[in-house]
């Protein structure tokens, strides 16, 4: 009905929006008032360099920068290397998780196991990924594996320390609750301490996934042929300032999809919580 409002009598009574509308015009109203900044960043990269407050050559228009991205897709070039760094996090970044998680799990179940591996895991977690790169190289070449093995490592520190932490900082009430409603060991992990943990978990998870993107790239800018860190090192040796930025460009689009999946799977898995109240 396009009508607005009817008439009872002679007292015109409004119509109300459907609740669906309301919720439609409030989240396009959250999006546009969180993309303003970006957009205003964007429209400051455009103008900047046509105004001549920056050097074009070095800081060139926007538009530029996305023509120089539109003939990489063209050409093949931002496939093979998108791909390629894609690859690499994604395959990291699910081994630390396979891997840190239980582990993590584990750890903050067993006080023992604790009190046994801490020593190492705070000697390891101190030493620096990226001092570590010469050593990957030597030892496991230039290949794949040593860019995989530098994206393990790094993720497994934010996984490993945030899944021990969200055990330890499981509500006491809760275990004490489960154990006198005669909870054995393992319905109160499976049913208490695990998803308790979830929330804390996955902002490790989100750590996790923004250190493998930062790992990768400095990986693929010393020892790499391809992926997303070496085109923008061989274009900035090449002069190909465009194509340099628009790997840049590149890198931050793929964090935040992978932000936006990780947080679509987090809801899943805690679709318990309530949903944080409005303002």
Request: net charge positive.
């Amino acid at each position: 009905m396009s009508d607005v409002s009817l008439t009872v009598g002679t007292a015109p009574v409004a119509l109300v929006p459907p609740a669906r509308w309301t919720r439609v015009l409030r989240q396009l109203s959250n999006i546009g008032w969180r993309s303003a900044l970006v957009l205003a960043l964007a429209l400051w990269w455009e103008l900047a360099p046509r105004l001549e407050l920056t050097d074009p050559a070095f800081f060139p228009p926007l538009s530029e920068v996305l023509a120089a991205g539109w003939a990489l897709a063209l050409n093949g070039q931002l496939w093979q290397h998108t791909s390629a760094s894609v690859a690499r996090a994604l395959g990291g970044f699910a081994i630390a998780v396979l891997y840190a998680v239980p582990l993590g799990l584990a750890i903050g179940w067993y006080r023992r196991l604790g009190h046994f591996l801490n020593p190492l895991i705070e000697v390891l977690r101190n030493t620096a990924p990226l001092a570590l790169l010469p050593v990957f190289l030597l030892l496991l070449g230039i290949g794949e594996v040593s860019k995989v093995a530098m994206v393990v490592y790094a993720c497994s520190w934010p996984l490993l320390l945030n899944t021990i932490s969200a055990v330890k900082q499981v509500d006491p009430l809760l275990i004490k609750s489960a154990r006198t409603m005669g909870a054995s060991a393992q319905q109160l992990f499976l049913k208490v301490i695990l998803p308790a943990s979830v929330p804390t978990i996955f902002v490790g998870i989100r750590l996790a996934s923004a250190t493998a993107i930062l790992v990768l790239v400095a990986a693929e800018m010393v020892g790499a042929k391809s992926g997303l860190g070496y085109l923008i090192i061989y274009a900035q040796y090449s002069f190909l300032i465009p194509d340099m930025y628009f790997g840049i460009i590149a890198i931050t689009f793929i964090g935040v999809l992978f932000t936006l999946a990780l947080e679509v799977v987090e809801r899943r898995l805690t679709a318990w919580k309530p949903a944080p109240a409005l303002a």
